[in-house]
């Protein structure tokens, strides 16, 4: 997908800065939007969320110190650079600013290099905050994983073989029935551990993309009878639509992707549902897989959390299983190492659309 500009926010009420300004990030391929008071600001970001702020101290009615005191304040925003711009005598109001939470100032008149300098250099720094932010969550989320559902899984395995192995009354019904519960924990854990094995080699940079053309009729099919057998015992139907259809993108990667909708999907849809897999062609030269079901869905509010590392939402299945999200966070992860993209629409009790788009053909082609 073609990368996304950056987009500023310039905070001013003099309609010539903001005209300048403008031009000037316009041409070095930036994003602006504006705002020409600091009333309508906190407005301005619920609707879309800038990744820097250009903000002007003296301004009538509500003055730039107080736009950024308010901006800091709300947690949803705070971390959002701000650079103050300012006249030269301005300087307590400056250090006022800076103690505030903005992390940096332009003087007037603009000069362009070092506007253009300052802005990248905090745009470079709060992706690099951004990234050890996310690093220090999945490291969070890995532990807990292995502590928590690794752990379960073990207490269940130990807890069944126990029984087994110490009470020699069992019938060979009741035999028979431990020896299912260990299998179907032990696929779990396998599951579970090869997606943290997977997981972890690409947080660590460790997986090598590459990319071929896929039958996706094929990958679909294979992947549905894989958990065919889980499918069959919850009586979920599977709907197919998918034709000759294909994607550019690594065949282990795509096949984890799908392999983790199909199974997510099935987990969390009840008995006698059905699961609809369908594709087709969109704009850009790229196509969408969509996994639909008639499950237990996600309640709006939670929708932006499926696939954030530093969210700890989880979802109730139709099996009493809670999920851990590992598997929706490593289909973001390998949709985007495939130049793609991941996304989900829901309504809760009525179930869930995940999609995944990704590239036809060789994606140097279709940026040419």
Not at 88 to 103: H, P, R
Not at 352 to 364: A, C, G, H, K, M
Request: hydrophobic share 40%; aromatic share 6%; glycine share 6%.
């Amino acid at each position: 997908m073609l990368r996304k500009k950056p987009i500023i926010l310039v905070v001013d009420d003099n309609p010539e800065n903001l005209k300048v300004l403008g031009n000037i990030l316009n041409e070095h391929n930036y994003s602006p939007g504006f705002a020409y008071n600091g009333m309508v600001v906190m407005d301005l970001l619920q609707k879309k969320q800038p990744d820097l702020i250009l903000l002007d101290i003296m301004m009538h009615g509500m003055d730039g110190l107080e736009v950024c005191q308010r901006i800091k304040a709300n947690k949803q925003f705070a971390d959002i650079p701000i650079i103050f711009l300012t006249a030269k005598t301005e300087t307590e109001n400056v250090v006022e600013g800076l103690k505030l939470g903005a992390v940096d100032y332009i003087t007037k008149p603009f000069n362009t290099q070092e506007l253009l300098t300052r802005i990248n250099t905090h745009l470079e720094l709060q992706t690099t905050k951004n990234k050890l932010k996310e690093a220090l969550a999945a490291k969070d989320k890995f532990f807990s994983i292995i502590s928590h559902d690794l752990g379960n899984l073990f207490n269940i395995l130990l807890g069944f073989s126990s029984v087994l192995a110490n009470n020699d009354k069992l019938t060979a019904e009741s035999k028979e029935k431990y020896i299912n519960n260990i299998l179907t924990t032990a696929n779990k854990g396998f599951n579970l551990l090869s997606n943290l094995l997977e997981w972890s080699r690409s947080q660590t940079g460790q997986i090598q993309v590459n990319f071929i053309s896929i039958d996706l009729h094929k990958m679909v099919q294979r992947n549905i009878e894989l958990i065919s057998e889980k499918a069959k015992l919850k009586q979920v139907q599977f709907n197919t639509n998918i034709g000759e259809t294909t994607a550019f993108a690594d065949i282990n990667m795509l096949d984890i992707i799908i392999r983790n909708l199909l199974s997510n999907a099935v987990k969390f849809t009840p008995s006698q549902g059905q699961i609809e897999i369908t594709t087709r062609k969109i704009e850009n030269n790229f196509v969408e897989i969509s996994v639909v079901d008639t499950g237990v869905g996600i309640p709006k509010e939670h929708v932006g959390k499926i696939f954030r590392i530093d969210a700890n939402y989880t979802t109730q299945s139709t099996d009493n299983e809670k999920g851990n999200g590992l598997g929706l966070l490593l289909c973001k992860e390998f949709a985007e190492k495939n130049h793609g993209t991941i996304g989900v629409e829901s309504e809760e009790g009525i179930g869930s659309r995940f999609y995944v788009q990704l590239p036809i053909d060789n994606i140097e082609d279709i940026n040419s």
